[in-house]
């Protein structure tokens, strides 16, 4: 295209850039300058000659931007067990509850409160388990967790997280897209709109799920709601396509869909040169992106590609999808340049009402299926030199009570849902490691020291990666609509960072 | 502002600005208002609204709690107690503070956002000289009918208004309208807008043969009438009224609320006024006599989320449903958003806190409240059946009697015993059924001994019966199906068995593909018989009638044994309850088919099984004075913290309740279609016009508060909205009356200098052009293809998904059961709609997901939906059907992939298109000459044995072609 005005070339590269919606939005960010920086840079790359590829560079609105404040990580791996985690269990080590064990609760702790299953006056369960220190950091850690727990200098451990929603779909929302119903737009939607992605042949922000389960709130965790859709979540399934539709159709070979490509895009560029829609323009590099990706998708999924070795260290196995393989999958992604990949793992609702939510039988089952191949995934992305510029984040939706759920007496043992401390860790991507956050009270029932609400973990990830929370926005229904939510007490916690 | 070095030269820096304002357009600042600041008067909601909105009103707004400094600056009144003085820019502190760098003195304070630019700083000061007034915001202004302008482009408007309005801005602009569209181009353009689905050759012919302006309308007509017509504007509410078939949240089980998505497509083909649509839906069951379509109309706000999960508050989620109402309703029918105010006062539009709850008040008065079994439900028969309850009980009445007159020709046998080859065990009931209980083999023989009587027996009748112990289905399944493979029987007893072959066989109903003839061809195999019926599914009695080749003839008594073989290629898909009778009548199958058997009974039967699976559909119903709730205002937005009591009252900035109006739904419903609401008739021609145009005259379709964007046209919405009203909101009028317009019927085609001025066409000085929809992307290859289905109405379908498991958290999921024949083929809106799962149509093709009401698609371009219209299962199908009729259309690779260019784009092809494609048909026919298995495969004919392989290379190479077809951008655009 050859227009003399060079301001409206300059338009038209933007168009081209990104969807024009999106553009428009951007302009009114606080992002305008970030968008403006964009569009000066594909004009200087189109200026000095590279041609086709700095085109189709600008094509695609997951171009990595520019961060708005020093980022200390670029990707993030974040690993929730859905169902939520008994923290009692794991990381937040409570002796004296262990002295209450199962004594009934005092009734100062349940007056005014209401459980999602606790009726009457429960008792007090201790830990089931025992815990140790470890590390030079001392972090007291689990039994449940030997490997993770040979990590323990690398974590980031915040013992003083809540939330004010106690049923699962709530929380998960609240806690993934900043608003407890429906309608929010997911962090990783947040991420990678504010941010792009490195690699231009696969998606920014990518999601897998095990455990048999979706998550309770379902694929609404990694929508992108009011952001464009090219920002939501792709999810990677582990059976079939990884991607829906990246195969070609049985019959047709690689050469016949290259050949049909080739006779696709040059009749859309007759198209485009008579109707001058930079859609049409974007359409072709959309399909071109296609076909990049029919060969980067397999290719990355494809963990039989790993050596023996490493895939032993995760416990993987590439003939059947799991938690391992999903955790190996991870890092491949992100060392390709993913942006954002997040993994869901269901089976953490530890109620205690039978053999297959229980502490004894269930929790231990789901913490042999992780501890292996997150430790490895840490000590993978270590070796990697990858860790530095990842931040792994791990935890659940609520905490737990520190009482025994007993729901209709149930003989088995496990926790109600608890929305007023849990736990989360977090390692590399800049966090300090060997480090505790926060404390709870003895019975491990409420933050008694640096409470981290939700939101203040969201500003936290956004700022670890280069974006300002407050900052960070997208007008939609009369608000700009931001993942912290519209009040400004959110914090970045920058006690968390080394 | 960076200037980047090389725009120096100021001639063209003024370009770069230009094109920064026009992207920023969102808060109004269109270009021509910059220009105007510079030497012309002030425009408040142009000019300066969206600078107070933008920099200043969060925190000095109408929200008192958030107010900083007990000041606001969004009234005159506010704003002149201090910080402005009319007239007197210097004087005024708001200008002080804005200029200043003094970090705690400028406004806006850093963290809060930037300074404002030297331009805004200057609008502001020239405003505060002109007098600081302050004008209420456009929308919150009731519509006036504007005199049409005139312009130099008079001739082309012809005396249209809508053009007329669209002329003069044009003209402004210093642009001139496009030339008509093609032909070809516009017939397809206007059957694709108004129907979802292309026009037929015929319509398009008839108007290249005569492209006047009266076949035009008469097409426009026929497109109107269409049912295709209601099928595609009910798609654009069902995203309104977020409509979905399941509940949601973790469980997301199913809800039967597809008869009222029927009842949006008939509201629409029966062009229902908007008024009346309005009214229904909101409060049908209010009234009078409210008849069963009119509750059935209320069925839109039942389309909320229910939460089953265990430890749940009911209370909680029927609040939060109540919310998802009010929100929907006023964002629906007045694009405004009150979510806000559910926590505090709106911090930009004039509701507030208590307002909120006072109206939440009106909508906290209906029964439902999170049930799991989601009453209160209404009993209904799909309508499309024509039969009420009444008629039906009726029919039953003089069923039942014709059947007691009818002799019965079937004697059920009493079974001796029963025992099963890997493990099932039996007991014998009462009625002489086998009920299959204890260990669940994935797959087992029955073998029933029965004692026969003498007779001439003539045929065997197998009668599967749901069974309370089996989830009241026929089978031992966990969907409660069953397939039985085969059925035999044999008399005598050890080695002296005889088997009795039989030569025919029918049943009272069969799946698609399961034919009861397979129980009978004598091979035990995965073929067999299955009942899973689309409406009843499995939970009625079902019976297999199997004629004995030769009769089977017992002098006294005999022994007959009958094995009835399950080994289904699935496990434990083995029958539940099953009952043997026999019957002296020869051929009973036949005669059955001939309905000569027992047609009495069998006409009760039908009849009861009709009664028996009503619909229940969840409605409103308000509840009885009595028990009224009381309403509070919600602290912070949690209801269980209650504030202020407060009862049902509309926000004080609109029009009151019309008079007379009750205090109730109704009122809610009569106070949206009052002609002093100054909102919903132009949110309603604003969203038309958007699916037309591709963008709305108001961009922020959802928004027409103070944050949105402002009209591009402001007269023209006026007008239209004005005159919706005046014509009895008579929507395919105001639809007939856009298209018809020359604006619309511009060509899409933009030269360079259009392209400069107006480059995302807002002034539309050209013809709309832009990417079809999810649900027309799916219609439309189906319905070029040949492979469209015009079934219309009743429960939602299954199309091929790749998605073959929907695991829910709690539940066990469901299975994604590809439907059968037609219904495979079926428009994208009768597509089951799974809140955690949509197919995966909708999600790739821009479509929010369905929890809340969406009032508007953003647009998206990229290669996932490549992906998907390149590969597929159902756009390979389309390209195959497509490459097979190509291929019946004459002789030579020429003409083939001229009809296939000509069937999807309803156009004379090209010479470089054609030329294109057969290069590329040749040499993909070469690689498959090669490639004997793939040509079968991609050409769909593997099961075929009559075509030869040298067909099967051709059709594979032109599917090919097909698919190229069905995914150029001249396609998938409308």
């Keep these: ?498 | 502002m960076i200037v980047p070095k090389y725009f120096s030269n100021p001639v063209v820096s003024c370009g770069v600005i230009l094109i920064l304002l026009l992207s920023g357009n969102q808060c109004g600042w269109s270009v021509e208002n910059r220009i105007r600041a510079a030497d012309h008067e002030i425009d408040f909601g142009s000019q300066i609204r969206p600078i107070l909105s933008r920099h200043c009103t969060s925190c000095h707004g109408p929200d008192e709690e958030g107010r900083a400094a007990n000041f606001r600056i969004d009234t005159f009144d506010g704003a002149t107690e201090s910080a402005i003085v009319p007239g007197e820019p210097d004087d005024s502190e708001v200008m002080e503070r804005v200029r200043s760098d003094e970090e705690g003195y400028r406004m806006p304070p850093h963290e809060h956002g930037d300074a404002l630019s030297e331009e805004e700083i200057a609008l502001l000061e020239k405003w505060i000289a002109a007098g600081a007034e302050y004008e209420k915001h456009w929308s919150f202004v009731p519509p006036v009918k504007a005199d049409p302008p005139s312009s130099e482009f008079d001739r082309w408007a012809g005396g249209n208004p809508i053009d007329s309005f669209v002329a003069a801005k044009i003209e402004s602009k210093g642009l001139s309208p496009a030339e008509p569209a093609e032909p070809h181009r516009l017939i397809r353009r206007v059957a694709l807008d108004l129907t979802g689905l292309p026009p037929t050759q015929e319509q398009v012919q008839r108007y290249v043969d005569d492209p006047t302006t009266a076949t035009y309308e008469k097409i426009v007509d026929e497109l109107l009438a269409s049912n295709g017509y209601g099928e595609h504007w009910a798609a654009m509410w069902l995203d309104l009224a977020r409509y979905a078939d399941s509940i949601g949240y973790a469980e997301d089980s199913d809800r039967t609320i597809w008869p009222w998505r029927d009842w949006v497509i008939r509201a629409f083909n029966q062009n229902m006024p908007y008024d009346r649509f309005t009214i229904e839906q909101l409060a049908g069951d209010l009234l009078p006599k409210p008849t069963e379509q009119q509750l059935l109309a209320t069925a839109f706000h039942r389309n909320t989320l229910s939460n089953s999960e265990g430890g749940t508050s009911d209370e909680e989620f029927r609040t939060i449903a109540v919310k998802d109402r009010i929100s929907t309703t006023v964002n629906v029918w007045m694009g405004l958003t009150m979510r806000c105010a559910e926590c505090h006062t709106h911090k930009y539009d004039p509701i507030s806190h208590k307002e909120y709850y006072q109206f939440l008040d009106f909508f906290n008065q209906t029964e439902d409240s999170d049930k799991n079994d989601e009453r209160p439900v209404m009993k209904l028969f799909p309508p499309e059946k024509g039969i009420t309850r009444e008629k039906l009980d009726a029919q039953i009445k003089l069923a039942k009697v014709e059947a007691a007159g009818e002799p019965k020709a079937w004697k059920v046998i009493k079974p001796a015993a029963a025992f099963s080859r890997q493990g099932t065990s039996f007991k014998i009931l009462d009625d002489h059924s086998v009920l299959a209980k204890g260990k669940k083999p994935n797959r087992d023989d029955y073998v029933i001994r029965l004692e026969v009587p003498a007779g001439t027996w003539q045929g065997l009748r197998l009668e599967a019966i749901p069974d309370k112990s089996h989830r009241n289905s026929v089978g031992r399944a966990p969907t409660g199906a069953f397939l039985i493979s085969e059925i035999r029987a044999e008399t005598g007893s050890g080695d002296q068995l005889e088997r009795h072959a039989f030569s025919d066989a029918a049943a009272d109903f069969q799946q698609p593909n399961f034919d009861v003839k397979n129980v009978i061809d004598g091979v035990v195999d995965k073929k067999g018989w299955a009942v899973k019926h689309p409406e009843h599914g499995l939970k009625e009695r079902r019976y297999a009638m199997l004629d004995f080749e030769k009769p089977l003839i017992v002098k006294e008594s005999d022994v007959l044994t009958v094995t009835i073989f399950h080994s289904a290629p699935w496990n434990l898909f083995t029958s539940g309850r099953v009952r043997i009778s026999l019957t002296t009548i020869e051929q009973p199958a036949q005669k059955f088919r001939a309905n000569q058997l027992e047609p009495a009974r069998r006409k009760l039967a039908e009849l009861e099984v009709e009664r028996r699976n009503f619909l229940k559909v969840p409605i409103f119903k308000e509840l009885p004075v009595s028990k009224r709730r009381e309403t509070y205002v919600n602290i912070r937005g949690s209801f269980l913290q209650p504030g202020e009591k407060v009862s049902a009252s509309v926000p004080k900035a609109f029009n009151p309740l019309p008079e007379g109006a009750p205090k109730d739904r109704m009122g809610v419903a009569k106070w949206l279609v009052s002609p002093d609401n100054p909102l919903t008739a132009r949110v309603t021609v604003n969203r038309f016009w958007a699916r037309l145009f591709g963008r709305g005259i108001v961009e922020t379709e959802e928004d027409f508060g103070t944050q949105g964007t402002l009209p591009t046209h402001l007269e023209l919405i006026d007008w239209l909205a004005v005159d919706f009203q005046q014509n009895g909101w008579d929507v395919k009028r105001l639809l007939k009356q856009l298209v018809m317009t020359s604006t619309y019927r511009q060509t899409g085609v933009a030269d360079k200098e259009t392209l400069a001025i107006d480059p995302r066409n807002e002034y539309l000085s050209r013809g709309p052009r832009f990417r079809l929809s999810a649900e027309v992307v799916r219609d439309q290859a189906l319905a070029v293809s040949g492979l469209l289905s015009d079934k219309r109405y009743g429960p939602p379908v299954y199309p091929p998904s790749p998605i073959k498991r929907i695991t829910n958290a709690f539940t066990g999921g469901m299975t994604w059961d590809v439907s059968e024949g037609e219904d495979r083929y079926r428009r994208a809106i009768y597509t089951y709609l799974k809140r955690s799962q949509p197919h995966p149509l909708f999600d790739t093709f821009d479509m929010a997901t369905r929890e809340v009401c969406n009032m508007r698609r953003l647009r998206t371009n990229t290669p996932l939906q490549s992906f998907m219209t390149l590969n597929d299962e159902t756009f390979i199908e389309c390209a195959q059907k497509l490459a097979s009729s190509m291929r019946d259309s004459g002789d030579g690779s020429r003409q083939w992939v001229k009809t296939g260019l000509e069937t999807a784009l309803l156009r004379p092809a090209k010479s470089h298109e054609i030329e294109t494609l057969v290069a590329l048909y040749t040499d993909t026919k070469s690689d498959f000459m090669n490639a004997a298995k793939d040509a079968r495969i991609m050409s769909g004919t593997v099961d075929q044995t009559d075509v030869e392989q040298d067909q099967a290379v051709e059709r594979a190479a032109l599917t090919v072609v097909a698919n190229v077809i069905l995914n150029l951008d001249s396609f998938l655009t409308h």
């Design chain 1, 1 to 498: 295209m050859n227009f003399l005005n060079p301001a409206i070339e300059l338009y038209q590269r933007q168009a081209q850039a990104l969807t024009r919606r999106h553009f428009l939005r951007n302009c009114q960010l606080g992002l305008g300058a970030v968008a403006l920086s964009q569009l000066m840079e594909d004009s200087a790359l189109a200026d000095s000659g590279k041609g086709p590829d700095a085109n189709r560079q600008a094509e695609n609105p997951l171009v990595p931007k520019p961060p708005m404040v020093a980022p200390r990580a670029k990707n993030v791996i974040y690993l929730h067990m859905a169902g939520s985690p008994p923290q009692h269990e794991l990381f937040d080590y409570k002796p004296t509850l262990v002295k209450h064990h199962l004594q009934p609760c005092p009734e100062e702790l349940l007056k005014g409160k209401t459980f999602a299953f606790i009726k009457g006056t429960p008792k007090l369960l201790g830990p089931t388990v025992k815990f140790a220190q470890h590390g030079e950091s001392r972090q007291w850690i689990s039994e449940m967790l030997p490997n993770i727990a040979k990590h323990a200098d690398d974590l980031c451990i915040v013992k003083s997280l809540h939330t004010d929603q106690f049923n699962h779909a709530p929380a998960q929302l609240l806690l993934h897209t900043g608003n407890q119903q429906f309608g929010g737009s997911s962090m990783g939607a947040w991420v990678t709109y504010g941010l792009g992605s490195e690699n231009q042949n696969l998606p920014g922000y990518m999601v897998m799920v095990s455990g048999g389960a979706m998550p309770s709130a379902g694929k609404s965790l990694w929508g992108s709601s009011f952001l464009p859709s090219v920002y939501q979540g792709v999810q990677c399934r582990s059976s079939g396509d990884p991607i829906l539709f990246v195969s070609n159709p049985d019959g047709m070979s690689r050469g016949i869909r290259r050949k049909s490509l080739d006779a696709l895009n040059r009749l859309n560029q007759r198209e485009l040169e008579q109707f001058q829609d930079p859609e049409t323009l974007t359409r072709i590099n959309q399909y071109e992106l296609a076909f990049r990706m029919q060969t980067a998708v397999p290719e990355v999924m494809d963990i039989s590609r790993e050596s023996k070795k490493t895939l032993e260290s995760y416990g993987a196995d590439p003939a059947k999808g799991s938690f391992a393989n999903n955790c190996l999958l991870a890092r491949r992604l992100v060392e390709q340049g993913v942006r954002f990949v997040q993994l869901f793992d269901w089976g953490w609702d530890i109620h205690g009402t039978a053999k297959f939510d229980d502490l004894e039988t269930q929790f231990p089952k789901k913490c042999k299926e992780t501890d292996q191949p997150i430790a490895a995934l840490l000590s993978d992305l270590k070796e990697r030199g990858m860790l530095e510029d990842t931040l792994v984040i791990w935890g659940g939706e609520f905490g737990r009570t520190p009482m025994n759920e007993g729901r209709n007496g149930s003989k088995f043992l496990g926790r109600d849902h608890h929305p007023d401390c849990f736990t989360m860790w977090m390692a590399g991507g800049g966090v300090k490691g060997g480090f505790s956050f926060g404390e709870t009270d003895e019975l491990g029932y409420k933050v008694v020291e640096d409470d981290v609400p939700v939101r203040d973990f969201q500003a936290t990830v956004l700022h670890a990666l280069g974006l300002d929370p407050h900052k960070l926005h997208f007008p939609f229904q009369g608000l700009n609509q931001r993942l912290i939510g519209p009040a400004n007490s959110p914090k970045v916690r920058e006690e968390l960072f080394a």
